[in-house]
């Protein structure tokens, strides 16, 4: 099986390194902002401000190979499907935020969880209950 993914843009935020990263969404965080690649500009159509979605984005530079690891919030080990750690074998972070702004070839929204300059792969409307 052949997979490739393929960003859609890249994702904006305040964190440099891992350690200043929250471990979760925080709804109330700092505003992040999502820039789309001009190919994808016209994705957004319908797309507004107060809407819910699901981000799907790519962790850089992580252990793949990791299956276990102590959580950051308790020190416990546990395996890396109970963590929301970016180490593992497929590093996929996903997030369900409110839209605050959309502007030219931008999304804000507050509070992701990542790096900036992290890949960001997809972005689909939050379904109820997310």
């Not at 992040?32 to 107060?50: E, K, T």
Request: charged residues 25%; proline residues 8%.
């Amino acid at each position: 099986m052949d997979t490739c993914v393929e960003p859609i843009g890249r994702i904006e935020t305040p964190y440099l390194h891992l350690k200043e990263c929250p471990r979760n969404v925080e709804p109330g965080g700092p505003l992040c902002r999502l820039v789309i690649d001009h190919a994808y500009l016209d994705a957004m159509f319908r797309l507004s401000s107060g809407q819910k979605i699901l981000i799907l984005y790519w962790f850089d530079n992580v252990d793949r190979k990791r299956v276990q690891q102590n959580s950051r919030k308790t020190g416990e080990l546990a395996g890396v499907f109970a963590l929301r750690t970016p180490n593992r074998p497929n590093p996929i972070g996903a997030a369900v935020v409110p839209i605050e702004k959309i502007e030219d070839d931008s999304i804000y929204v507050r509070g992701l969880d990542c790096l900036n300059g992290t890949p960001l792969l997809d972005i689909k409307p939050a379904r109820a209950g997310e």
